[in-house]
C-alpha cells in the first residue's frame, strides 16, 4: 500500500486558513494523480550507442513516447508544487490578530483583511493585507496603508496599486502600536499628483 503524506505534517498549523484551504487542494490533487508512471522493463535494457548499430531504428522510437510521458509528468507534478510553495510562503505569517475592512462612500465594493503577525526580536509587525475589489486608478495612482490617531490617517505603513481584482501584500511597520488607534488601519486613494492621505476608501468595519 502506498504511503501517503499526513497534511498537517507536511504544511503545519501556522498557516492562514484561506493559504491552508488552497495547499489542501494541491496535497490532495497530488495524492489523487499517484506516483508517475513506472518505466517499462525493457526500458533497463536500452542498448548503449556502440551495441545499437544492428538493431532496428525503429525500436527506440517506439520506446521514447513511455519515457517522455514520464518525464512530463514528473515535470508537471514537481512544478505545481514548487509552485504552490513558492506563492504561498512570501505572505505566510504567524498571524496573532486580524483587523477587518470595508470599502467607504468612494469604493463601496472594496472589502479587505489585514492579517498582523507577531512582533519580531527587531520591534517589526509583518503584516499581509489582503484587498478585493479595489478599483483600477489612473497612470500615476496608487493606494496607500496608514496607521491612524484619532481616527486620521498619521504613518504610512505600504504602498500597493490594485486591478480592480484581489491583491496580496506583505508589509512590515516599525512603530509601537500602542500610539495609535486600536485596530487602526485605513487605506487611502491616491491620485496622479494628489499624494495627501485624504481620500480614505477602506475603514476599520
Given at each position: 500500500?502506498?504511503?501517503?503524506?499526513?497534511?498537517?505534517?507536511?504544511?503545519?498549523?501556522?498557516?492562514?486558513?484561506?493559504?491552508?484551504?488552497?495547499?489542501?487542494r494541491?496535497h490532495?490533487?497530488?495524492?489523487?494523480?499517484?506516483?508517475?508512471?513506472?518505466?517499462s522493463?525493457?526500458?533497463?535494457?536500452?542498448?548503449?550507442?556502440?551495441?545499437?548499430?544492428?538493431?532496428?531504428r525503429?525500436?527506440?522510437?517506439?520506446?521514447?513516447?513511455?519515457?517522455?510521458?514520464?518525464?512530463?509528468?514528473?515535470?508537471?507534478?514537481?512544478g505545481?508544487?514548487?509552485?504552490?510553495?513558492t506563492?504561498?510562503?512570501?505572505?505566510?505569517?504567524?498571524?496573532?490578530?486580524?483587523v477587518s475592512?470595508?470599502?467607504?462612500?468612494?469604493?463601496?465594493?472594496?472589502?479587505?483583511t489585514?492579517?498582523?503577525?507577531?512582533?519580531?526580536k527587531?520591534?517589526?509587525?509583518?503584516?499581509?493585507?489582503?484587498?478585493?475589489?479595489?478599483?483600477?486608478?489612473?497612470?500615476?495612482?496608487?493606494?496607500?496603508?496608514?496607521?491612524?490617531?484619532?481616527?486620521?490617517?498619521?504613518?504610512?505603513?505600504?504602498?500597493?496599486?490594485?486591478?480592480?481584482?484581489?491583491?496580496v501584500?506583505?508589509?512590515?511597520?516599525?512603530y509601537?502600536l500602542?500610539?495609535?488607534?486600536?485596530?487602526?488601519?485605513?487605506?487611502?486613494?491616491?491620485l496622479?499628483?494628489?499624494?495627501?492621505?485624504?481620500?480614505?476608501?477602506?475603514r476599520?468595519?
Amino acid at each position: 500500500m502506498r504511503h501517503v503524506p499526513d497534511f498537517d505534517d507536511l504544511v503545519g498549523r501556522d498557516v492562514p486558513a484561506d493559504e491552508r484551504e488552497r495547499l489542501r487542494r494541491a496535497h490532495e490533487l497530488l495524492v489523487q494523480a499517484g506516483p508517475p508512471p513506472e518505466l517499462s522493463p525493457e526500458l533497463d535494457t536500452v542498448p548503449w550507442p556502440n551495441d545499437s548499430f544492428g538493431r532496428s531504428r525503429r525500436q527506440p522510437a517506439r520506446r521514447r513516447p513511455l519515457l517522455v510521458a514520464a518525464v512530463i509528468a514528473s515535470a508537471v507534478l514537481l512544478g505545481f508544487v514548487l509552485g504552490q510553495a513558492t506563492s504561498s510562503g512570501t505572505t505566510s505569517i504567524d498571524t496573532q490578530r486580524v483587523v477587518s475592512l470595508r470599502g467607504t462612500e468612494l469604493d463601496r465594493d472594496a472589502r479587505a483583511t489585514l492579517a498582523l503577525g507577531k512582533r519580531d526580536k527587531h520591534g517589526n509587525w509583518p503584516m499581509v493585507l489582503r484587498v478585493q475589489g479595489l478599483q483600477k486608478l489612473p497612470e500615476g495612482g496608487y493606494y496607500d496603508l496608514y496607521l491612524t490617531r484619532g481616527g486620521k490617517p498619521l504613518v504610512l505603513c505600504g504602498t500597493f496599486n490594485s486591478n480592480g481584482g484581489k491583491v496580496v501584500v506583505r508589509f512590515s511597520a516599525a512603530y509601537d502600536l500602542g500610539h495609535f488607534d486600536k485596530n487602526g488601519w485605513v487605506v487611502t486613494r491616491q491620485l496622479p499628483g494628489h499624494h495627501k492621505p485624504t481620500d480614505i476608501v477602506l475603514r476599520p468595519s
